[in-house]
């Protein structure tokens, strides 16, 4: 049997077993009778598996008889990026999003196994078999992956050139999916709870562990696809406003907003209309950003190639979006509380401002992302919306966040005593206070920098001290590492993560120093500090690519600056960005052109410059390394969340 019809077979009986699963789910529940997920969520997994199995098989040994190895795949690529050329491109990527999709049906059908004829429990596990029914209707009919080459070739045309440049590309676009995936999972229990009209607590509680792991795959994923924009792109940036970058951020705003609402539904029975609404706009984000990255509607350095798929997702998105809202206003009257929030100042007052806050902004964020497109189709011409805009809304919305996190964890329930609150904050606002003073004295004098980094160090003392707390009562039970399953260790990990995060991007972005200097041979020069020194040229050549590289010193240290060109698809040279990086700061290089008249492997030619000099562009970024740390720690913040949350529950 060939790849393309063991390949479709595969798919074909993955898309069988999630439509009769979900139609078996539904008759179920409407007759009372025993419900079976687990059986069709094994079956549609080890098929679409399979089908996955196929596909790297076809990559690894690179046989180009599948056009999409072809297209994406070379002899001369290597193992990792063949590997990774499954979602380099668009129809594979589908092929990893309904592996994770299916892979995490199955995860929470077995979790629920003793409760499987639960109402709630059946009519979630047809939600996401339709789910995943749709995403692989898409790949057995317009985005078909196993489609064979017309005229099987001897050498493929090779991955897209920034897609072979770095490692990130093997953990960045899986743990973006993983989270895009993983917010099916409270979207399909908010649906069934509405169907079934049996709306609680402890299920929008229980879906709040399902909701932190995903976020916190998302986030990751995120941080870690800012660090490949700053390795690979060379414009010593890591976050441009990007559309396709803000699709991935809408999702994860609103989910922030859920699991901190999530909460205070569990704590006060409050918010019940507001977190099922989160939950279905978080999901209908998801479809929306995949339809900006899947259908060509948008032009960016991470959107895939225009396709036939974008009515398709849009009409899935407007579906799921409307079909939510309507149950939700359907269910509306009954779902209401009658107590509400006591004290604006109180947790839960707190909790309303951070709601309020990050769907604020998340509205902010899709009007920019949207309005070209809205634009174009009124007056049929282009118009982009910049990173001013943006950014006048991210730098005050971040200073809010981190004053809510200095407050809310401190804050107690229902009632807001000011005596009691600064009892408990006034440590951390001295030692703020402190840093602050040594920072102007020191020169810092931008006032909204200072102002983020008193409260970054207020939220940080915050979280550390509820970690404190924590670990004297565990101390106390006689089992110290038992604070590792206190309800708030977790978040306040993240917490900090989130803190580390945030000065990483205060100080990198406030205090970059950009400049663009030529040197001849054996010049040096100090650049913000930095001893910046050019020695000579080299040549490096293999089967992947070849490339001209600068020898340049920063600080005695060697860093090689290249212009790249890579075998295959594009013989277009790239620019390869150098950097030393350190927990102080960064310094990024680039080799943007060389003095004289003759051919150079790529590079720009400046013939008013002399023969043999170089022009480099030089970026220097204070603590830049924290942004990347702080991202992992965010990671370790929510996978401990999950694990404890895990662990109570069983």
């Not at 590079?603 to 991202?631: C, F, K, M, N, Y």
Request: net charge positive; proline share 4%; charged share 10%.
């Amino acid at each position: 049997m060939s790849y393309s019809l063991l390949g479709r077979a595969a798919l074909w009986l993955s898309l069988a077993a999630t439509l009769v699963g979900a139609v078996h789910q539904v008759l179920a529940w409407r007759r009372g009778a025993r419900a079976h997920a687990r059986l069709y969520a094994a079956i549609s997994l080890g098929g679409v598996a399979l089908a996955v199995g196929v596909m790297q098989y076809a990559l690894i040994t690179h046989d180009f008889r599948l056009a999409y190895v072809a297209e994406n795949n070379a002899t001369f690529t290597p193992l990792l990026y063949s590997i990774t050329g499954m979602w380099s491109a668009l129809e594979g990527s589908l092929l990893l999003w309904v592996l994770l999709l299916d892979a995490m049906t199955l995860g929470v059908v077995s979790y629920y196994r003793r409760r499987r004829d639960e109402p709630v429990v059946v009519v979630a596990a047809a939600v996401m078999f339709l789910a995943s029914a749709f995403f692989t209707f898409l790949m057995v009919g317009p985005a078909d992956p196993f489609v064979a080459s017309a005229n099987p070739l001897s050498q493929g045309a090779g991955p897209n050139a920034l897609l072979q440049d770095n490692p990130l590309v093997a953990a960045h676009p899986p743990l973006l999916y993983a989270g895009f995936v993983g917010f099916t999972v409270p979207f399909a229990f908010a649906i069934a709870m509405l169907v079934t009209g049996r709306v609680s607590e402890t299920w929008a509680l229980e879906q709040r562990r399902w909701s932190v792991l995903a976020w916190g795959a998302l986030s990751v994923g995120i941080v870690l696809g800012a660090w490949w924009s700053y390795q690979v792109l060379g414009w010593g940036g890591f976050w441009g406003w990007d559309p396709v970058e803000n699709a991935a951020l809408l999702p994860w705003l609103t989910a922030t907003a859920y699991i901190h609402s999530v909460i205070v539904q569990d704590r006060r029975g409050l918010f019940r209309v507001w977190n099922l609404a989160l939950a279905i706009i978080t999901f209908s984000l998801t479809v929306l950003g995949t339809f900006f990255t899947r259908s060509g509607v948008l032009q960016s350095v991470h959107a895939f190639s225009s396709s036939t798929l974008g009515p398709l997702l849009i009409g899935f998105f407007f579906v799921c979006l409307a079909g939510g809202l309507g149950l939700l206003a359907w269910r509306g009257d009954s779902l209401r509380t009658p107590v509400g929030v006591d004290d604006p100042f109180s947790r839960e007052g707190l909790f309303v401002a951070n709601n309020v806050l990050f769907v604020g902004f998340a509205a902010v964020v899709l009007l920019g992302t949207l309005f070209p497109l809205l634009y174009q189709a009124v007056n049929g011409a282009q118009v982009t919306v910049g990173t001013p805009y943006f950014a006048s809304v991210a730098a005050p919305a971040g200073v809010v966040v981190l004053a809510l996190m200095s407050l809310a964890p401190l804050a107690g329930w229902r009632s807001a005593r000011a005596s009691v609150l600064w009892q408990r904050v006034r440590v951390s606002a001295w030692v703020a206070l402190a840093l602050v003073v040594v920072l102007e004295v020191a020169g810092v004098r931008k006032v909204t920098e200072l102002v983020a980094l008193f409260l970054a160090s207020v939220a940080a003392g915050a979280a550390l001290r509820t970690l404190r707390l924590n670990v004297a009562a565990a101390a106390q039970r006689g089992q110290r590492l038992s604070f590792l399953r206190a309800p708030t260790t977790g978040g306040m990990v993240t917490h900090l993560g989130v803190v580390i995060l945030a000065v990483g991007v205060v100080t990198s972005t406030s205090y970059a120093s950009r400049s663009e200097v030529t040197l001849a041979k054996g010049q040096r020069t100090v650049i913000a500090g930095q001893l910046v020194g050019f020695e000579g040229f080299r040549q490096v050549k293999s089967p992947l690519a070849s490339a001209t590289q600068v020898l340049v010193t920063v600080g005695g240290h060697p860093l090689y600056p290249a212009v790249t060109t890579f075998t295959g698809r594009s013989s277009q040279p790239v620019g390869t960005p150098a950097i030393d990086s350190s927990l102080v700061r960064d310094v990024y290089v680039t080799f943007d052109a060389i003095g004289g008249n003759g051919a150079t492997s790529g590079a720009q030619i400046r013939s008013d410059l002399p023969a043999g000099s170089v022009v480099l562009g030089v970026t220097v970024e204070p603590l830049l390394a924290w942004l990347w740390i702080g991202g992992i720690v965010v990671g370790l913040g929510s996978a401990l969340t999950f694990v404890r949350r895990r662990a109570r529950e069983d």
